[in-house]
């Protein structure tokens, strides 16, 4: 099974960017869908950024215009830029993959590989 790794989480004042890194231990290329999800304290976890294969992407409307996802799959690696963030993006970052699309489209789906996540705190 894939493992997935993240990094580049921590602390950002707000309207600050970070750039969290997602790293597979194997190739992604049979993953059609990675992602990345987000749980809050006392919050139910949300999706908020899904590429596919095909290069189809879509946000959560709260990230819209802030968030970029990308996908390298010859570095077998999942990215997300965050920019402009605010406090309400504090949160728990998972990375997850998907063999199909439906395994990462709502917060209730079932990925078949998840991270561990990294913190992301937006504070002043």
């Known amino acids: 099974q894939v493992q997935l790794v993240e990094s580049g989480g921590g602390l950002v004042q707000p309207g600050g960017s970070l750039r969290l890194s997602c790293a597979a231990s194997?190739?992604?290329?049979?993953?059609?869908?990675m992602g990345w999800y987000r749980q809050a304290p006392g919050k139910q976890r949300e999706l908020v950024a899904r590429i596919t294969s095909g290069g189809s992407i879509n946000y959560a409307d709260s990230v819209k215009g802030r968030f970029t996802i990308s996908r390298d799959n010859a570095k077998n690696a999942v990215y997300l830029q965050m920019n402009s963030l605010k406090p309400e993006d504090t949160a728990v970052y998972y990375c997850?993959?998907?063999?199909?699309?439906?395994?990462?489209?709502?917060?209730?789906?079932?990925?078949?590989?998840w991270g561990r996540g990294t913190q992301v705190t937006v504070s002043s």
């Open positions: 194997g190739s992604i290329l049979s993953f059609n869908a």
């Open positions: 997850a993959a998907g063999e199909s699309s439906r395994k990462i489209a709502t917060a209730q789906s079932r990925p078949n590989s």
